[in-house]
């Protein structure tokens, strides 16, 4: 008889998983889904920018990377269904500011692993980049590195969509309850109990709970170290619109803005930075003023006329151990998988995280991709599998 598989939380990664499971030949009735909120409201996924990037400083995320791109690119034909359209892509590429030697040194070492694993990331001079966009003022950059394909916006939230739409008109089941406990019995997974009271059986229950990872490891006697982090977007437009597409630009200063459409989205990285609640949605208009803005007007002098039309506030589900992904079996309870702590690039990483995890639950091993490296082991045997491009 097959495994029956119980996925806590429904949003893009655990609905990823479920269609991948499908996929691979897993039987969907074995499947359910079970999502606190199926609003979606709360959740990382509602809230993302919804980028793809090549230019990660770890070779494994630039391969998930490289992966991602192709199956957003071929999204219609992967899913093989006369509804589907195909996702909609901008590659207005990403633009690292390096403003010191250090931080130079970073973009060149993580170039050659880019340029190694196939990504078009060029590296340029101030001059190379004050000819290709003359809106930047450039004064105190050393370097930049630019994405020139695959880096951009796509549709993320169609891509969920299709993701789950596509698993429960194949069987399997979603169903809107909390998952409060964990059950065991001789010291493996036995099931779920839900809010609702209903218990589940299942042999395998995989934590995809996002900002709530840590407490459903705790369900489970586990620690994960996963913390809700504030992450804040502001939409604007400009008086002076830019001549052409902006970059995503990460400035030197933590704050980045790109285009998105006829408006431009900025964010960026708090300077104090606590766990917070996954419920706290309290914006920081404080930041916007003293921080965001002035840092907008001093790289696109264009931007001291500006006018925010929509913010709002997000949660990077973080890995404070290293800020990548925790992926794999818990080798503390047999039946018992994580697929957590994405520290702000899990939109992207989806497509290959979902299948990976699939492959590993049906087959019993990777098939395309390693992702042992990120396994939950890692973290009690304290050796990190660091990413340190985190936005
Ligand atoms: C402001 C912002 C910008 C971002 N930009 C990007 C980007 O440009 N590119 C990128 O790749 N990534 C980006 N991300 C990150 C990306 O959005 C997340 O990594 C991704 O959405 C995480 O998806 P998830 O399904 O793992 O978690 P979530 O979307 O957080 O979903 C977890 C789900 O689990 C459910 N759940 C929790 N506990 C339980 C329980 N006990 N029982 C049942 N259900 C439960 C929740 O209700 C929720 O729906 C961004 C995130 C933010 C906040």
């Known amino acids: 008889m097959a495994d029956r598989i119980v996925i806590v939380g429904g949003a893009i990664m655990g609905s990823s998983l479920a269609w991948w499971l499908t996929e691979l030949g897993h039987p969907a009735s074995a499947i359910t889904v079970v999502e606190r909120d199926p609003s979606y409201a709360a959740s990382g996924t509602a809230f993302t920018n919804s980028c793809i990037r090549q ?61 190694a694993a196939g990504s078009a990331t060029r590296l340029m001079t101030p001059g190379e980049m004050a000819a290709k966009w003359p809106f930047y003022d450039l004064d105190g950059i050393v370097l930049g590195s630019h994405g020139t394909e695959d880096e951009g916006y796509f549709d993320g939230t169609t891509m969920f969509d299709w993701w789950r739409r596509i698993a429960q008109g194949r069987g399997v089941t979603y169903l809107a309850d909390e998952v409060t406990e964990i059950d065991t019995i001789g010291g493996r997974i036995r099931g779920v109990t839900l809010a609702s009271g209903a218990v589940l059986g299942a042999d395998i229950v995989v934590n995809v ?34 001549e052409k597409d902006l970059p995503l630009t990460i400035d030197p200063s933590g704050v980045h803005v790109r ?10 990285t708090p300077d104090v930075d606590p766990a917070v609640d996954p419920e706290d949605f309290a914006g920081d208009w404080a930041m916007w003023e003293d921080k965001v803005w002035p840092a907008l007007a001093t790289r696109i002098p264009a931007f001291e006329e500006i006018r925010v039309k929509q913010s709002w506030v997000g949660h990077y589900d973080l890995n404070v151990f290293d800020r990548n992904a925790i992926v794999g079996h818990h080798s503390d309870l047999p039946g018992f998988f994580v697929l957590n702590g994405f520290s702000g690039h899990g939109l992207q990483q989806s497509p290959a995280l979902g299948r990976g995890l699939a492959e590993r639950i049906v087959h019993g091993r990777y098939v ?20 340190d491009a985190v936005i």
């Open 55 to 115: 230019q990660f400083g770890n070779p494994l995320n630039v391969a998930i990377s490289r992966f991602g791109v192709d199956f957003i690119k071929t999204f219609q034909s992967r899913m093989d269904d006369p509804r589907v359209a195909p996702i909609h892509f901008h590659p207005f590429g990403y633009l690292y500011l390096a403003g010191n030697a250090a931080e130079a040194d970073r973009l060149t070492r993580a170039h050659a692993v880019q340029i």
């Open 209 to 242: 709970a996002g900002t709530r990872g840590a407490q459903v490891a705790r369900m489970a006697g586990l620690d994960l170290p996963v913390e809700a982090r504030k992450r804040y977007t502001w939409i604007f437009e400009a008086a002076r619109p830019l």
């Open 259 to 268: 285009t998105d459409g006829a408006t431009y989205m900025a964010g960026a």
């Open 368 to 387: 395309s991709l390693d992702l042992a490296p990120f396994g939950p082991d890692r973290i009690a045997a304290g050796v990190p599998f660091p990413e």
